[in-house]
DNA sequence: TAGTGGTCTAGACCACTTG
DNA sequence: AAGTGGTCTAGACCACTAT
């Protein structure tokens, strides 16, 4: 419904699904530009706002001098497909579930602090919540929460699936993420909730989300089993948002 | 020096580095677009492309009505740090090497060849390397190439330490990338390579990479000990190019 | 040399947030 | 109501690729 009343994304919504058609063929080449100005009867420059956007998804290269070529077709996903696992978990055909174990108030600790923005001293709520594909546990969310959003939280009944969900209600929107990925091994209650020995390895993603104005609504710590997800980015010399980090080796457990 | 000659990516640094240096506070507002046009002497345009480049790195929010919100410091990692072993280990002090322990000329297995986009039967060019930080194993490198860049990899000695630097000697670039983050075990020569137990847990990323023209250059398998690395994504609701895909439980070792 | 995408300008109008 | 960023247009010139 946003990509219906902006040009630009309606534009990019149909050069993609052209590209996913196989229209231009796979590597195979685009119109130029002032072709499709004229085919959609739009300015070039919203025609490049729309290429733009394929272009951050990988869809298509874009090279000075050259037609545009086909890259690959477009994982399609949304924002909230990667933010909620609710979400994700539809799209890919599984039954999403969740189980609050544990919800704290309780003074924040110095990195949740700094994540969530909060002066010292301040109140933080954590959540500790078992997810679940299809009923088999497959990840460990640690979350923490400032007040303003804690306070909703807290208010959820604990086999609550969606969160996010909820929260978008309450007008609590995510806008940007930061996210870090790497490698933890299970602790005593990751081993219990997740039935797998304590010390295994697990996928770990710790993402602090931001809403448009910037003020921090949560910073969270997800254990993946190893085999249930895999993540992936596209970046270009263009635009590169991804990057490589020596490891703060502040691992939880183990 | 790409940096000095386009005006859009100057005024880009120079914002960036006014953040960084905290001229406008952590979670301060920047100026308007308006009044940092009349301030670079360039006109709204410009400032907007250069504003989008920090935003795309998560260092500035942007929102219809009020100013923009710094939200972090700039990563500042370049492309070629993230693709590079080398400028990686380069840029955190650490000493980088490699070692090649094989190299075999074969035809490409069904994988290899639809990541490479070469016919059914081709050869490929497969090398194993040893990646060390300080002369410290922490990371085995399991990369195909096709025969226009495995050639040139072939004739490179065997303690080369920067494959992609020698590789842009020969005109080779690398433009884009996809990558896969996930969690694999060790095999019998990752076991032995790296000095961990066999089936030990490593964190694994696979990548494609594609030249300008999307022609792809190399398709890798990278799988890191614990604790010596992790990856971090800015995504946000306007530039999403990260995204969470189901396992497709392919590992190689377990 | 012709055609392409990259950069830059100037101006217009609109949607939205804030006081 | 004023100010802000988002969208869109029209046009210009340039750097680069291909033939």
């Known amino acids: ?23 231009y063929g796979s590597d195979g080449r685009l119109p130029a530009e002032s072709t499709l100005a004229e085919h959609y009867g739009v300015s070039r420059g919203t025609i490049r706002q729309a290429l733009a956007l394929l272009r951050a998804g990988g869809v298509v290269t874009s090279r000075r001098g050259t037609r545009r070529v086909v890259l690959g077709a ?14 994700w978990a539809r799209s890919i055909g599984e039954e999403p579930g969740g189980m609050l174990e544990s919800l704290t108030v309780r003074p924040g600790e110095e ?4 994540r969530l923005r909060l002066r010292a001293g301040a109140q933080v709520y954590a959540a500790l919540r078992v997810r679940t594909l299809s009923g088999r546990p497959v990840m460990i969310e640690r979350t923490c929460y400032p007040a303003r959003v804690g306070e909703i939280v807290a208010r959820l009944p604990a086999d609550t699936v969606s969160y996010t969900e909820r929260l978008l209600d309450h007008g609590i929107v995510f806008a940007d993420a930061e996210h870090t990925i790497d490698l933890a091994f299970a602790d005593a209650d990751d081993a219990r909730l997740l039935g797998c020995p304590e010390g295994a390895a697990l996928l770990r993603e710790r993402r602090r989300t931001t809403d448009p104005a910037g ?22 010399i263009a635009t590169s948002t991804l990057s490589r980090l020596r490891s703060a080796a502040q691992q939880r457990g183990q």
């Open 111 to 114: 990195e949740e602090l700094t």
């Open 74 to 87: 477009a994982p399609a996903q949304s924002f909230a497909e990667l933010l909620s696992f609710t979400t």
């Open 215 to 236: 003020r921090p609504v949560e910073w969270s710590e997800d254990r993946y089993l190893p085999g249930t997800v895999a993540f992936t980015v596209h970046n270009s």
């Open 1 to 23: 419904m946003d990509d219906r009343d902006v040009l630009y994304r309606r534009v990019a919504a149909d050069l993609r699904e052209a590209v996913a058609g196989g229209v």
